[in-house]
């Protein structure tokens, strides 16, 4: 049986987390960030674009040192989330292949983020976080966007990942925001 708590290392000044080092820091350190940038479109793609090249390099490494199929992996990061903080995850397959969405009630993050008054879905930092694990665990490109947050008044927060063409046909205007050539 898989225990996230097994992969973990705790010593003096230093965790590890499958060999990676990790820290624990308040939330409030990412929340007063994602604040500052916030409505800087050019800022927020270049979040996201470093978060998921950090995140593909870490799950491409982990999924080959297991050896995980993808629904395994995938498996296993909602227990990650978990473990770390990052509130209740599930997911659901929407084609066969590699889309989805994801769901996550209660992301401390942004329950921040809301109680410091943001009403709008505006987290480049997590949605490059889900593009990067997404895109290591199907070993292709895979990108997120989130289209309900409990920021703007909705119970959970719900996150779309999937090739670039799906995103942009099934949230054009979202896609064009987040990723297309006009801003
Ligand atoms: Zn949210």
Redesign the pocket.
Known sequence: MFSVSKQVAIEEGAITLNKQPVAIFPISFLGDYIINIKGDLNEGRRLYESVKKGMIEFSVSLGEEYQLTSRIFLDRWIKYCGFAGWGTVSYKIVEEGNCGILS?AE?P??KY??DKGVKV?S?PL?EGFIAGSASGTFKTDIDVI?T?????G?D????YWGPKEYLKEKFPDRYEKLFGETQ
């Open positions: 996550i992301l993050l942004h983020l809301r879905p987290d997590f989130e309900e947050c409990i920021c703007s909705r959970i927060c719900v996150y």
